[in-house]
């Protein structure tokens, strides 16, 4: 669904209260958009970044966050083995972005 289709939803009293809402600062719908990130966010963090391996919420998993401060992603690791692979391709990318001049 469309954001215009979104809006199109909306009753006139829903319209109002938005309108209100992003006039203020748009605090309550920052809340919301937030909100729903995190459920998303949540929901990748369920499978292991390397291996796809179903992470077990009740047993000791790794997880990173890394990327700009503005664009911030999220990898969750199964083993300490998998994070090390990560890791590694990680600073493989650095090195090759360094001799080539980020090209």
Same mark, same amino acid.
């Given at each position: ?5 979104? /809006? ?5 009293? &829903? ?11 748009? *605090? ?16 990748? &963090?369920?499978?292991?970044? /390397? ?6 919420? =009740?047993? *000791?998993? =790794?997880?990173?966050?890394? %990327? ?16 090390? =692979?990560? /890791? ?5 990318? %650095? &090195? /090759? &972005?360094?001799?080539?001049? %980020?090209?």
């Amino acid at each position: 669904m469309r954001f215009r289709d979104l /809006v199109n939803n909306l009753d006139h009293f &829903e319209l109002l209260a938005l309108k209100k809402d992003l006039i203020g600062g748009a *605090t309550a719908t920052k809340k919301l958009i937030d909100d729903k990130i995190k459920e998303n966010e949540k929901g990748r &963090e369920k499978f292991c970044a /390397v291996c796809d391996r179903k992470l077990d919420q =009740y047993s *000791t998993n =790794y997880t990173i966050l890394f %990327g700009p401060d503005d664009f911030k992603k999220r990898a969750s690791f199964c083993e300490i083995d998998c994070l090390e =692979y990560f /890791v590694s391709k990680l600073k493989n990318m %650095g &090195e /090759v &972005e360094e001799t080539d001049g %980020g090209k």
